[in-house]
């Protein structure tokens, strides 16, 4: 989907009268080409729409879990906004581990284990920098070569046994990143021979000549930079070279590949080699310009989130920095909720979770625009018609999240009778039906009717539970049970009305 | 139950998702009893339109009545229990299985005493309860007795011959006791012999009452067997004509929508020196059978060797055998005066072979692929198209205007050169295919089925090019299934059966009959052995 | 092939009679020793085999489950926290296989009906599990990284005849019902999978869903049914963890062994029989780790040599030893309205 982007949009036929000119004139057409094309646009909809859907559910999560969304998500949004070095600095690793998976994906491979190339990478760059004193340039540029070689080595084997024995990359990847982790923990621990002799396992701090400078603010550094560097080059490597162009014959269609002469045993084990040298290269920079020493288990799950990135950003290096920085803006956000909403830091977890759920469901967000698109002209067309079926969309929706609060509420309240339970599981049953009453009513399908009075039941046997466990009013359930009643006759003598409609003429 | 038709099918209208219009208010009724053939050029909407009174597919409109009675068919079950019963062109048959799974898959017998689906949610309970695998084992041997098809039960189907696992699916029919027998292309895998026998059987089954509807896109056999013959011309019914009313010529105007041409023109050359020589080649398939047992035969410079034979008889082996994707056993293959027994595709495509492969989405072509992309697959790694320290950077500028050539030498319909390959139509598809083949400059041209599921105007443009490509002096070996189009074209045809070459032929020496012949295993030698014997 | 199977079960039952033989020949202390390996053995081994056999449910019907670990971490908590709730482990284990399935129903939705990409969703699955529960254990128990200790966990079957016996004492007398329930799982598996209609049809599914569906059988129906499947069993390997061999619920307590249940899916070949065969042998290298720290503590020093083993041993193993067959169809969506 995204070859095109090198390739203009237009040839400019006319003798260019400055090469220069008509170069960028050719890029920039190349650029609208692509914005406007019809294949980016649904897949800015599509991340955008995943990234909108996930919001939602964690908001009906956070809920559950008693925080207040509104402000957690605002307050995601100013953490994301005002700290732009702590969002790049969180999305650099991020850039490296999403790449270094995106590119394994473009050959067909699933990289699952970057988590453990990034291990032995970030190992190999820790020793060189802790253990030569090199001059002030060369030895981080050695010690980042290092953990490439060795990251890349640690996928190589994988990539080998993939291409020559048959061996499924995705289990053997998994397994060596356990072996990496445990064997680096071990090497730095008080059992191996890298331990620095305190209480945690890990290496003695690093020569001041191996470690990356900042660049901007507090966290930044230059790993930043080699993040964005790796960028271009694998975009160049994939779409401008021979090996590239082999590496994507390979990942469509194996048979092709081999048959236009191309070797593809040899193109699996170099992808998944180049694939594991970036993420070792990620696991460098963390330690060259973040940490400064190798501790055991240091990794937050960065090659995990590899995967995440890659698959928001469809595979393409440009899209992998944008899921990437989208991460890092997740996470710098992430601490300012947790400071400020107190929701804890692991709900950012959630939200990619779910974030990749809808993502890999492309057709859930399809559905929802394409009967976006059919409420759109229902409602230019027919507006009187149209109004109800929308507004009982949106009931649905607001009756899920009262339903869940409401719920909430009632579970942490200090008595907790037989009734009260009742009350809170008929409230669940409510969530669950209004979410139904919202795909029928926005996809304009007449089975809701006899949901609607099934909300509306349950709402007012939460009502009548919920007096006779606690003796106090809910006037909340009281209210959402007359407008679901109200909503039901409505819809129900609208049905009549089209089925005589129908019958007519 | 006193209606006239077995079948009546109205205004059946089906649009794929790409946009395709399979069918177009097609309206069909078949009589009780009756053969009804559906012919049409591959892609015409046979199977479309069976696949709809199957129940695979949901038409977009119309109606279809079974046995008098109006029907709304979600899933084949529905089809099944009004007694539908279809014999797919790519058997529905799981290799892995027994005959006997595979026959009851979906209807499976409980064991008596346990069985439960009559009662309300038994069917689920059903589910998890022991199948009564022996009964349906007696049941199978009794239906293979009764109509002549024995079969062993408990074989699993990837140790069957593709006549036998026919078999199997003909008893799958019976077994769900269908009356309306849909077989699509039956014999498009089946020697000549077979074919007389599956012939055979269907006419048993006409005098025992049942209806058949022969999916084919050969007149012959729909002028053998059929009744009614019912042609369907790009989604739409062209006509429905009695047997005895119609000629093969009259079909096949009806079929492609103007008079054809049986033969293309070619003028008489004098073959050059030996391009291809392949000896003693013996070539085995994935499951490690030998496939190819020791085949001779060469190619010279300016002639098209046809190869016929039926399908699985070592054509696909020897193909890849030759292009280098596959190692064979022993023998050995020159092109020109260089050894390319063994070496990889890249190796033979330098020695000047290109290949047109059998199966185009699955080897010629990467769908995701643009048109340009594809143009260069397979030369993309020398100069002109990449270059730079080691060749290791694509020329773009240059595979572009490289494809633009080509696609206005080869009148390539698309609507820019870095549309996806996968939006162009399979006619079209090949032309690249063809078109990026030939663009090497070969010395030898390997083009197996390269008409295989093109329309007639693409046909006879492939066919066009390869008559073109014998008259500048370059070697064609054609693979082809269809009898029709070896005899046009080749100027030598090589008989393969069971991996051997039985016989060489000149077009003129061998009628199709004997052609036919050959290809079933019928040589002079081994009838002869067979009388010495007997 | 019949013939070779019967000969290896013969084979394999005499081995074990010998081994057994042979075990309680030796010294009492060494008997001992022994009955607490095959203890600790079956006990690692439980949710390891449990949620394997869930995925194979889910891969023979051609659906990738990667996201076992996610819907183990689910089913860990959710036991630990109906149990928390309602002082009831059955309550709990019911929980946690209904959260498990829930979780696993939603990747079957995306994958089946969505036709989204299956290793993708499974991705989601495990970042949802992960992230979902670690924040719910601060809801629930108002505390980081560990829950409280939950003091009614599933209570062990105890068979006082044959506790005084210095090896099968150690080794059955005192049996969880979900290691019991191990044994008697892949059983039925075998019996589901070979011998009845479901089996037939998900089997079918796995192989080539258009022949199931020509033969009028619903795939999207018959695969989702095996995926929630996988993640009822997931669920309650999980569970196992947290309020059967454990007593409480701990961040991302599973430790990869969802991951190691793949593994010994694909080891043992996508077969009941063979999934049970891995998973005790991997059980038997996770109880080695305990058995050494208590028995051997010089040995210490290379617990992480040990623990990498099994790691290092199915890499070994698949790449060098044997090929294992997937099912045909799998990972690929079964899209009807396909032009043939």
């Known amino acids: ?505 | 139950m006193t209606t006239e038709y077995a079948v009546e099918l109205e205004d059946i209208c089906k649009t794929f998702p790409g946009g395709v219009q399979a069918n177009k208010n097609i309206t069909l009724r078949v009589r009780r009893g009756e053969v009804i053939g559906l012919l049409g050029e591959n892609g015409a909407g046979k199977s479309t339109l069976m696949n709809i009174l199957y129940g695979l597919l949901k038409p977009d409109s119309g109606r279809i009545v079974i046995n008098g009675e109006e029907v709304s068919l979600n899933s084949p079950q529905d089809a099944i229990v009004r007694g539908v019963g279809m014999v797919h062109q790519h058997f529905k048959l799981i290799p892995v299985l027994t005959v006997v799974e595979n026959v009851v898959l979906g209807l499976e017998p409980i064991l008596k005493k346990m069985d439960v689906r009559s009662i309300p949610g038994g069917r689920t309970i059903g589910s998890v309860l022991p199948v009564d695998f022996k009964t349906a084992s007696k049941k199978i041997e009794e239906i293979g007795e009764e109509n002549g098809l024995p079969v062993d039960p408990s074989s699993k189907i990837h140790d069957l011959s593709v006549g036998l696992q026919q078999r199997v699916e003909i008893i799958k029919m019976l077994y769900r006791q269908a009356n309306i027998l849909i077989l699509d292309e039956p014999t498009s895998v089946l020697t000549p012999h077979e074919v007389d026998e599956l012939f055979v059987t269907l006419k048993e089954f006409v005098k025992a009452g049942k209806t058949i509807i022969l999916i084919t896109h050969k007149l012959r056999e729909s002028m053998a067997l059929c009744d009614r013959i019912c042609v369907l011309r790009d989604g739409e019914l062209v006509g429905i004509v009695e047997r005895k009313d119609t000629s093969p010529s009259k079909l096949a105007q009806m079929m492609v929508g103007r008079p054809v041409v049986f033969t293309t023109q070619k003028e008489p050359r004098s073959p050059g020196e030996v391009v291809l020589s392949v000896s003693n080649l013996s070539v085995l398939d994935n499951r490690k059978l030998e496939k190819v047992k020791g085949i001779n035969f060469e190619v010279h410079a300016g002639e098209i060797f046809g190869l016929a034979g039926v399908q699985g008889n070592g054509q696909t082996e020897l193909i890849e055998a030759l292009a280098g994707l596959r190692k064979p056993t022993n023998g050995r293959i020159l092109v020109g005066s260089v050894d390319i027994t063994g070496k990889r595709a890249r190796f033979v495509r330098e020695a000047g072979v290109s290949h047109i492969p059998e199966d185009r989405q699955r080897m010629g072509i990467i769908l995701p692929f643009s048109v340009e992309e594809n143009i260069a697959l397979g030369s993309h790694y020398r100069p002109p198209f990449a270059a730079g320290l080691f060749s290791a950077i694509l020329q773009l500028d240059v595979i572009r205007s490289a494809t633009e050539d080509l696609v206005e030498d080869y009148s390539i319909k698309l609507s820019k050169v870095n549309a996806l390959a996968s939006t162009l139509s399979g006619g079209n598809q090949q032309k690249v295919v063809v078109a990026r083949e030939l663009a090497t400059k070969p010395n030898l041209v390997i083009a197996a089925q390269p008409t295989r599921g093109l329309d007639v105007g693409a046909t006879e443009y492939i066919h066009e090019v390869l008559i073109g490509l014998r008259d500048r002096g370059v070697a064609v070996l054609l693979i082809s299934a269809e009898l029709d189009e070896i005899q046009n074209l080749a100027d030598r045809i090589g008989v393969i059966y069971d991996g051997q070459m039985v016989a060489i032929k000149a077009p003129g020496e061998a009628t199709p009959t004997e052609l036919g012949l050959l290809m079933a295993g019928h040589t002079h030698e081994s009838s002869d052995e067979e009388v010495a014997l007997s | 092939m019949n013939q070779r199977r019967f000969f290896f079960i013969i084979a394999l039952v005499a081995a074990i009679i010998i081994g057994v033989i042979g075990i309680i020949s030796m010294p009492v202390q060494q008997q001992q020793i022994a009955g607490w390996l095959v203890s600790i053995t079956m006990q690692m081994a439980t949710p390891l085999v449990l949620a394997g056999i869930g995925g194979m449910y889910s891969e023979r019907g051609g659906v990738v489950n990667i996201g076992l670990e996610g819907i183990m971490l689910m089913g860990a908590f959710t036991g630990a926290a109906v149990t928390y709730y309602f002082d009831n482990p059955w309550l709990g284990i019911l929980g946690s296989v209904a959260a498990g399935g829930l979780l696993a129903a939603v990747h079957g939705v995306i994958c089946v009906k969505y036709k989204g990409n299956h290793i993708v969703s499974g991705t989601g699955v495990i970042l949802f599990g992960t992230g979902f529960t670690t924040l719910m254990l601060e809801v629930v128990w108002h505390q980081k990284g560990r829950g409280e200790l939950i003091t009614n966990t599933i209570p062990d079957i105890i068979i006082p005849q044959i506790q005084s016996h210095p090896f099968f004492g150690p080794a059955f007398s005192v049996i969880s019902p979900v290691v019991v329930f191990m044994f008697v799982l892949t059983a039925i598996s075998w019996y589901i999978l070979y011998r009845t209609p479901f089996g037939l049809r998900l089997r079918a599914s796995g192989e080539d869903p258009s022949t199931l569906d020509s033969a009028g059988v619903s795939v999207e129906w018959i695969r989702v049914v095996g995926v929630i499947i996988s993640g009822c069993l997931a669920g309650l390997g999980g569970a196992y963890l947290s309020i059967g061999f454990g007593s409480a619920f701990a961040k991302e307590m599973t430790a990869g062994r969802g991951f190691i249940a793949l593994a010994a899916m694909i080891f043992g070949n996508w077969t009941p029989t063979g999934i049970l065969g891995a998973g005790l042998f991997f059980g038997f290298l996770d109880g080695l780790n305990y058995f050494i720290q208590i028995y051997f503590p010089a040995l210490l020093p290379f617990s992480n040599y040990i623990a990498m083993l099994p790691f290092l041993l199915v890499v070994v193993a698949l790449g060098l030893i044997r090929k294992s067959v997937p099912p045909k169809a799998i990972a690929k969506p079964y899209e009807k309205e396909k032009r043939a």
């Open chain 1, 1 to 505: 989907m995204n070859e095109a982007k090198d390739t203009p949009g237009q040839v400019n036929d006319s003798p260019a009268t400055s090469e220069y000119q008509s170069k960028i004139g050719k890029f920039i057409n190349a650029l609208i080409a692509r914005i406007t094309s019809k294949e980016f646009r649904n897949q800015f909809y599509w991340s955008f729409g995943s990234i909108l859907l996930a919001l939602v559910v964690a908001a009906v999560i956070m809920l559950m879990g008693g925080y207040d969304p509104g402000t957690a998500i605002l307050y995601l949004a100013v953490g994301a906004l005002s700290q732009m070095d702590q969002v790049f600095w969180y999305a650099s690793p991020l850039i490296l581990t999403g790449l270094s998976v995106a590119l394994a994906f473009r050959c067909g491979l699933f990289n699952i284990g970057a988590e453990g190339q990034l291990y032995m990478g970030a190992m190999a760059a820790a020793l060189v920098a802790y253990l030569f004193s090199l001059p002030i340039l060369l030895h981080p540029l050695l010690s980042l070569l290092a953990g490439v070689l060795v990251g890349g080595f640690w996928a190589f084997v994988p990539g080998l046994l993939k291409a020559y024995r048959g061996a499924h990359e995705v289990v053997t990847t998994m397994m060596l990143s356990y072996v990496a982790i445990l064997f680096t923990s071990w090497l730095v621990g008080p059992n191996g021979p890298y331990w620095d002799g305190s209480m945690v396992p890990q290496t003695p701090e690093f020569y001041d000549s191996a470690i990356l400078p900042n660049i901007f603010g507090n966290y930044l550094h230059f790993g930043f930079i080699v993040a964005i560097l790796a960028v271009f080059g694998v975009d160049y490597l994939i779409n401008r070279t021979v090996l590239g162009y082999e590496m994507r014959a390979v990942g469509h269609n194996i048979d092709a590949a081999e048959y236009a002469g191309i070797d593809s045993k040899k193109k699996v084990a170099i992808a998944l080699g180049i694939s594991g040298g970036l993420s070792g290269l990620a696991g460098s920079t963390e330690m060259l310009g973040t940490y400064h020493r190798f501790i055991g288990n240091w990794s937050p799950g960065l090659g995990w989130d590899g995967i995440t990135v890659a698959v928001l950003g469809n595979n393409s290096p440009w899209g992998v920095l944008a899921g990437a920085i989208f991460f890092g803006a997740l996470k710098a956000g992430g601490n300012t909720m947790h400071a400020i909403a107190h929701v804890p830091i692991e709900m950012v977890k959630v939200i990619q979770g779910l974030i990749v759920l809808f993502i890999a469901a492309p057709r859930i967000i399809q559905w929802l625009i394409n009967h976006g698109n059919a409420n759109k002209e229902e409602i230019v067309k027919k507006p009187v018609k149209a109004m109800p079926n929308l507004l009982g969309a949106f009931f649905g929706l607001a009756s899920v999240f009262l339903a869940l609060g409401i719920a909430r509420s009632i579970f942490t309240m200090a008595t907790v009778s037989p009734w009260t339970l009742i009350s809170a599981l008929s409230l669940f049953l409510v969530a669950v039906a209004s979410v139904l009453v919202f795909i029928t009513q926005y996809s304009r399908d007449p089975r809701c009717s006899p949901l609607l009075l099934l909300i509306a039941v349950g709402w007012s046997t939460a009502a009548i539970t919920f007096l006779v466990g606690s003796g106090g009013l809910e006037l909340t359930s009281i209210i959402m049970a007359v407008i679901a009643f109200v909503f039901w006759i409505v819809m129900y003598m609208l049905g009549k009305n089209t089925l005589r409609d129908g019958e007519g003429p």
